[in-house]
């Protein structure tokens, strides 16, 4: 099973970036699916996640401006991240919940 992440790169405040996550021997649709992230001297945080069912929850930092979404013909997750701030910068990584499937990371930097 691998789960490739992409979609992070530098990004002024105020912009977006859409996050991806394409698994290659797994279904997704199957599974709880959770983006996560780490800021350099933090720990890592579960930022949002989207049930096998559909259902979504993101903490509250981000509410309002980040969205999960799955798409089952690509067997790929998203994260669309709006209104992009300086504290949203740290590696992105996605994870299949209650499995040991991480996603390699990408970088998000939000800087002017």
């Known amino acids: 099973v691998q789960l490739q992440a992409s979609g992070g790169g530098l990004v002024q405040p105020g912009g977006s970036l859409r996050l991806s996550c394409a698994a290659s021997?797994?279904?997704?649709?199957?599974?709880?699916m959770g983006w996560y992230r780490q800021a350099p001297g933090k720990q890592r945080e579960l930022v949002a996640k989207i049930t096998s069912f559909g259902s979504t929850n993101y903490v509250d930092s981000v509410k309002g401006r980040f969205t999960v979404s799955g798409d089952n013909a690509k067997n790929t997750v998203y994260l669309q991240m709006n209104s992009l701030k300086p504290e949203d910068t740290a590696v992105y990584y996605c994870?299949?919940?209650?499995?040991?499937?991480w996603g390699q990371g990408t970088q998000v930097t939000v800087s002017s």
């Open positions: 021997g797994r279904i997704l649709r199957f599974d709880n």
């Open positions: 994870h299949t919940e209650g499995t040991v499937f």
